[in-house]
Every structure is written in structure tokens, then in C-alpha cells.
């Protein structure tokens, strides 16, 4: 017996359509729930993959910021509200998250992942690898446009 084409685990955009087109059409006995279902919860994982994405490489680009006064300029400062701004987009477009971002079981759960990834990134990009073991700023000031860290004591 031939596979389907339209098999999830052959072509997904395929099945994508087929599943969409069956939606339609009301033939919902027809519906391949197990892989929609997974489909769903990862449309949520994907939206919280790229706000960790995004939030790593805005804190690589503050520890850079903070640590290498020296390369500070209008490009660095340019890359952080890049940064700041494509944070804001993902909020924005998954407002859920928010509630997410001022509580400590994100931070608990995602905040080492994220952290860690930043320090990788900023310690590559430095050549430095004495950075703090956690992230010193809050959310807030993260995302504050106002907010640059200052040089180390």
C-alpha cells in the first residue's frame, strides 16, 4: 500500500493544506487531530523559542555594551533597539507571553536557558568570559529605550 502523499510525516505543508481543506469542507472525522494537536502547541513553542531568541542577543549585545566600553557607538546602540524593538514585536504579536516576562517562574524556567545563550553569545563575540552568573537588569530595564549598562566597577 502506498503511502499518502498528503501524510504528515512526508510532506507537512501538504498535509497542512489537506488538513485545512478538510476543516473546510466540515469532514471533521476526516481530520488528523493527534498531529494538529501538535501542530497547535507548537505554534506557542515556536512564539516562546523566538522571544527567548530575541531577548538572548539584546542581552549579548547589553554585555557587550557593558564590558567593552571601548566598541561602544552608534552601531551598538542601533543593534539594542533593533533588539528591544524585535522583543516588543514578539510581545505584541503574543500578548500571552507579557504576563510571562514580570514573573519568576519564566525567568526560573527559560531565564537560565536565555541567559546562558547571551553570555555565549557576548563571550564569542568578545573574547571575554568573566560575565555574571545571572542576568543583573530587570525586564523592565531591558526594555527601557532609556537604558544602556554602565561600565563595571
Known sequence: MRANPNSYDIDVIAWANEQARLLRAGRFDALDIEHIADEIEDVGKSAERELASRT???LAQMLKWQYQPGGRGNSWRR???EQRNRVGLCID???SLK?????????SDVW???????VAKAS???GLSEFPESCPWTFDQIMNPEFLPASPD
Open 112 to 118: 537560565s536557558d536565555v541567559w546562558s545563550d547571551a
Open 93 to 95: 504579536q503574543t500578548p
Open 56 to 58: 538572548a542577543a539584546l
Open 124 to 126: 564569542e563575540a568578545t
Open 99 to 107: 504576563a510571562d516576562l514580570r514573573y519568576p517562574f519564566w525567568w
Open 79 to 81: 543593534t539594542i533597539k
